[in-house]
């Protein structure tokens, strides 16, 4: 499975929809853009942090693909 410096963020929905946020580094800034919406947002600080609240938010998506038992 990938490794703790994974660049995307991936969820599904209820629907069984992967949705996908893409991190970028830029600097000490990092930018996250959403496959789904186009989304984009900079975040300095825990990046995937805002990319699972957007994922969720947004469409609702919160199950985590990575873990299944
Ligand atoms: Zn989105």
Redesign the pocket.
């Given at each position: 499975m990938p490794s703790m410096t994974t660049s995307k963020v991936s969820r599904w929905d209820q629907h069984g929809r992967e949705?996908i946020?893409r991190v970028r580094r830029a600097g000490v800034q990092r930018s996250l853009v959403?496959?789904?919406?186009?989304?984009r947002r900079g975040a300095q600080f825990l990046p995937w942090l805002k990319a699972e609240e957007?994922?969720a938010e947004?469409?609702q998506a919160t199950l985590d693909p990575s873990a299944e038992s």
């Open positions: 949705h946020v959403c496959d789904t919406c186009g989304w957007h994922l947004a469409h």
